[in-house]
Structures are given as C-alpha cells and as structure tokens.
C-alpha cells in the first residue's frame, strides 16, 4: 500500500495537507480554505480546533 502526503502553502499564508489513502483522500484545512460542498458538509468533514478534516472518497471526487 503507498501512502502519498502533499502539503500546499501558498504567499497569503493559506496551507492545506492531502493524504491519498486506498479509499480516497484525506484533507487538512483552515476554515478559510474550505471549498462550498465542505462548508455545506456534503462531503463528511470533522473540525479538530483551527484544522478541518475532510475525507473525499473516490466516488465522491466528481463534485
């Protein structure tokens, strides 16, 4: 199994994390850095202090 991470950071100090998983991927975000459908939590989405958990299945890439 190969476990791919990514971080993202950007001049505006916005930084986001990807893990690619075997299920789909999991990220790390800021509030700010949230896309639409994981603001409406259409995607499942856990808040740990300032880091949102977003896990994006595969079927779920689509979106």
């Not at 998983?21 to 499942?44: D, F, H, N, T, W």
């Not at 880091?51 to 890439?61: A, K, N, P, Q, V």
Request: glycine residues 8%; without cysteine.
């Amino acid at each position: 199994m190969e476990v791919q991470v990514f971080f993202e950071a950007t001049m505006g100090g916005k930084m986001a994390a990807r893990i690619n998983l075997p299920g789909g991927m999991l990220k790390i975000k800021r509030y700010i850095e949230l896309r639409s459908v994981e603001r409406a939590r259409e995607v499942p989405v856990l808040k740990v202090g300032i880091w949102y958990f977003i896990w994006w299945r595969r079927e779920d890439r689509s979106r």
